[in-house]
Structures are given as structure tokens and as C-alpha cells.
């Protein structure tokens, strides 16, 4: 935005306080004038001759006095304001450089805590979130395109051995890019759905999170018998507002996640639900291999599957997880993913509970 250019700031504060002090100063002038005027005891109130004397006397002894306060006024208010913006000065640079991408520069401004310190702290604060959220959205930009770039990779290379072998079986080549294709279509929906629910693009809605596991397990049951693993879904209800759409892919993953990571054979995916005074949870626990800690903080990342970057239909399109932290942090609500001793993993949602609806009284 251009505006045209003023005063600084600076200068305002001391043109204040050389103002402020020449206003005190007069009034304590005035105040001693008339002390010495009107006060009986001090005896000038009844003598004319004198009381014009002092008064020839105390008007060249007031103008000095005004013009040693404007100097000292405007001198000493322009030290204390350059004394009082500093702080401003190293949180305006720091915003400049902010401004030119460098994310990685911090206040750090020295000193207890007053109005400045405390907004340079919010501000590190806020430069250090935007860093690693930047980084981030790098991360899962390179990570995505090399993803998307891998079918399209695979299709070539099937099209060109279709090319070149003219005599083979075209129904195999079909079937695999068939196959590439449909992952191809479900990372590009996976993504749009990542950036939907960044965008927090919904109208939130009253929504049973007991019904979204029941539902959830319904359609992942025959997947869930192919696999051999055994759906336990149970709880209280536990309304919560949000997007019903968003939601539901948040338990559909979570849920498919539990059974596609699990033992090959007798393993078992148990949904519950609950709630709290402000919270209601969904809790998806699953049987499975043992899983270190430093692996489980790792699972929410874009594009991790398990222990590998693999790409095989077990390990899906790496942003299951991925897109429930998303939708978690779109409804203002944490998620917690902790190892099991016996091994598999406990994935815990808490989200806001609706705000509790007073009675009205009735009418008179």
C-alpha cells in the first residue's frame, strides 16, 4: 500500500514530551507567580511598587526558564523515544526479512518482559511455526511429485514394451495399467482431499463419531476378511461438530490403516468411542508388528508407509494418516498414536465437544 510519508514516530514522541514538559513547566511558573502574588504571608500581596518590581524581575527569569525546558525537552525526548522504538527497530528488521522469505531470522530481544518483548517472543513464535509449515509444504510438494510422477513413469515403460513386443498378450498390459491408473486417481483424490480439509472449506455440522465408526467398519469389512483380522466396534455416542464427509474419511482411514498394518493371520481392529466433559474420543487400536517410538512419530508424515517408502497395495498411497492429522487439526482437536506393547498401534482422536444447550424458559 503506498501512503504518502509523515513524521516518524520518533519525532511525534518528542514533539509529546518537550510539549508535555513546557505545559508543566508553565503551570509551575504560573503556580510560583501567583503563590507570590496572592499569598498574604509572603507580603507582596499589599505592595504595588514591589509586586511590579518582581514582576520586571520574574518575566525574563520565566522566558529562560521556557527556553532551557523546550531544548532540554525536545534533546532529552528525543533520547528517551530512541531509547523506548529500539525494540521496534529490530522487530521491523526482523519482519523485513521475513518478508523476503528468511524465516529462519529470530528477535530474540533481550531484557524482562513488557509490551515489546512479549510481541517479539509471539512473533519468533508465530516466524518459527511458518518455517516448519513452509518446510513442510516443500517436503510433501517434492514428495508429491515424485509420487504422481512414478505411475505416469510405470505407464510409459508398459506402453513402451507394448511398442516394441507388438505379438504380446494385450490383456496384460491392461490389467497393469488398469492397475497403475486406479493409484494414480486415488493419490490425486487423496491430495484434493488433503487440501480440502486444510482449507477448513465446510460448514461444521452435529456429528455422531459412534455412527462414523459403525459405518466405517460396515464397508471395511470385506476388506478386513481378506485379511483375516476381526472388526470390534463399540462405545458411547459422542457428538461432535464438524464436516460428516471429512469425518467419515478420517475413520475410513483410520480404520483401513488398522487393518491393512496387521498380523497376517488372527489379528484384530478394536473402535471405540467415548466421551468427556469438553471432548469426545475415537480410539482405533490395532494387533500388528512391534513399532518403535521414533517410527510412530514419524507415521503422520506424507507419503510413510510403516517402515519403508514402498509402493505396493499394502502400502497404499502413504496419506492415510497424513490426511486424518489434517482433518484432526481442521476440527481443532489432537491426535495421539502410541505403540502397543504386544505391537500394533493405538491411534486416539480427541475432538471439541458441542457446547452444551441451556433450556429456554418458557414465555410468561
Known sequence: MDRPPGPSVRLRLTLSYAGFLMVAGFLMLVAGWLFMTRVRHVGLAFDPEYRLAVARSFAPLAAVTMAFLLVFGLVGGWFLAGRMLAPLDRITHATRMAANGSLSHRIRLPGRKDEFREFADVFDTMLARLEAHVAEQRR????ASHELRTPLAVSKSLLDVARTDPPRDPR???ERLHAVNTR???LTEALLLLSRA???SFTPERVDLSLMAEEATETLLPLAERHGVTLDTGGDIAPAPGSPALLLQLTTNLVQNAIVHNL????WVRVRTGVRPRTVLLTVENTGERLAPELVATLTEPFRRGTARVHSERGGVGLGLAIVRTIVQAH?????????????LRVTVELPAPPVRTARSPAP
Do not use: C, K, Y
Not at 264 to 267: C, I, L
Open 172 to 174: 496384460e498390459l491392461v
Open 264 to 267: 497376517p493371520e488372527g489379528g
Open 198 to 200: 486444510e482449507q477448513r
Open 332 to 344: 481443532d482437536g489432537t491426535l495421539t498414536l502410541a505403540p502397543r506393547p504386544e505391537g500394533g
Open 140 to 143: 510433501f510438494a517434492a514428495n
Open 184 to 186: 494414480a486417481i486415488d
